[in-house]
Every structure is written in structure tokens, then in C-alpha cells.
């Protein structure tokens, strides 16, 4: 069975560009979290998707967002990108979310390194 | 609100040596405990979880349990290798939480 797959790898963008990024999650996963990772802060929590619904979100900026489609795949999407926005960006799938814990085990992709210049 | 506290090393040993990584946690219910780790270059790994208190969450030889009086989950293993180097993170979630909570990793470096 497939992981969860992000693309791209790596990017670099410069200050005021947007960027998005994709993540594809293991088949038959419902649930996408997106979380960011910085030397300084570790890793914090965006947001996450469930059924094409964000269900929560993390302390962060209003352009930080996302989407989910119908077939679970995932984007997140930076807009007028500041250079504290450099970071690992990383995706995570489970079966579900909520009360269940063996089916909100969360499995995480390689990530996308997005460096703002 | 929810937080988890490691060790955050770095950690140097010599393969064959013992490990021990400190986790100690704040949290509201019950939540459920993780250990992930990342080898340089890729996302996180699940390495090992436990689900409620005195569970022992075990896996490649790394060890942890759940201890609820003391609020700790400390990783372990009795002989590391240099293949075990990589930065280990601890992690609270489940249950109501939506959410992984992590602490700030720990990096471990075995040499031969």
C-alpha cells in the first residue's frame, strides 16, 4: 500500500509569491492534517480535512489555507509568502478523526521544503 | 492546554549503549501517546504508541509505557545502532484531541 505521498519536494519562492502544495493520502484515508515544522517553533498544526470539510485549524494566519477533494487528496495553499514562512511542510493521513484512536493514528508524508527568499 | 516536554540533546552514544529520552506531558482526558521518529531527509515515522495508562507501546526494540501517576512516557532501548540515529519525537493525541501535540524532538547520534 502506497504512503502518503506530498509534491513537490522542495521549493523556493520569493517574498509576496504564493505557493501551494499537494498531498495525496494512503488509499482510503478520510482524514489530511497539515502541520509545520521550523527549528524554532518544532512542529505545529494547521489544519486538518475531513471529508472534504475543514474540521479544525491551528493558530495560524488567514493565508494559510487548504482544501480537500472528493477523493481525499489534499492542498494547502500560502499566499503573499513571508520569509518566516520557510519551513517543512508536512502532510499526514489517517482512516478517520475523533474518538476512535486506531483509526486517527496519523501517518505522515516525506514533506515539502519551501524556502522564501 | 495540551504540551509535551522531551529531552531535546542532542543525544551522542556509542552503538551498543543504552538510551533512555525523557517525555513528560500536560494534558486535559486521556489522551493517547506516541513516539515518532525522522531519519535525515524524510517525514515522520510512527515508532511506537500506547493508548492508555500502563500500556507498553514496543517496537525494533524501543520501548515505552504510559505512566499516568507521573505523566511521563520515556523512550528506551537496551543496545542502539548507528542506523538508529535520526531525531525522535514525542507526541500526545487521540481520543477528543484532533491534533497531534509534539514535543521539540530529540537528536540522537550513534557512532560506531
Known amino acids: 500500500k502506497a504512503g502518503v505521498t506530498q509534491t513537490p519536494r522542495y521549493l523556493i519562492k520569493t517574498r509576496g509569491q504564493q505557493v501551494t502544495l499537494s498531498c495525496s493520502p494512503i488509499?482510503?484515508?478520510?482524514?489530511v492534517s497539515w502541520y509545520q515544522q521550523t527549528p524554532g517553533q518544532g512542529l505545529q498544526f494547521l489544519f486538518e480535512?475531513?471529508?472534504?470539510?475543514?474540521?479544525n485549524k491551528g493558530n495560524f494566519p488567514g493565508r494559510f489555507s487548504g482544501r480537500q477533494f472528493s477523493n481525499s487528496r489534499s492542498e494547502m495553499n500560502v499566499s503573499t509568502l513571508e520569509l518566516g514562512d520557510s519551513a517543512l511542510y508536512l502532510c499526514?493521513?489517517?482512516?478517520?478523526?475523533?474518538?476512535?484512536?486506531?483509526?486517527?493514528?496519523?501517518?505522515f508524508g516525506a514533506g515539502t521544503r519551501l524556502s522564501v527568499l | 492546554g495540551d504540551s509535551v516536554t522531551q529531552m531535546e540533546g542532542p543525544v551522542t552514544l556509542s552503538e551498543e549503549a543504552f538510551l533512555t529520552i525523557n517525555c513528560t506531558y500536560t494534558?486535559?482526558?486521556?489522551?493517547?501517546l506516541f513516539w515518532y521518529v525522522q531519519y535525515p531527509g524524510e517525514g515522520l515515522q510512527l515508532l511506537l504508541k500506547?493508548?492508555?495508562?500502563?500500556d507498553k507501546g514496543s517496537n525494533k526494540g524501543f520501548e515505552a509505557t504510559y505512566r499516568k501517576e507521573t505523566t511521563s512516557f520515556h523512550l528506551e532501548k537496551g543496545s542502539v545502532q548507528v542506523s538508529d540515529s535520526a531525531v525522535y519525537f514525542c507526541?500526545?493525541?487521540?481520543?477528543?484531541?484532533?491534533?497531534?501535540?509534539f514535543g521539540k524532538g530529540t537528536l540522537l547520534t550513534v557512532n560506531p
Open positions: 499526514a493521513s489517517s482512516l478517520a478523526s475523533g474518538l476512535v484512536v486506531a483509526k486517527n493514528i496519523q501517518y
Open positions: 488509499s482510503g484515508h478520510r482524514s
Open positions: 480535512y475531513f471529508s472534504e470539510t475543514q474540521r
Open positions: 494534558a486535559t482526558g486521556y489522551p493517547s
Open positions: 500506547a493508548t492508555k495508562a500502563d
Open positions: 507526541a500526545l493525541g487521540g481520543g477528543s484531541n484532533y491534533k497531534l501535540t
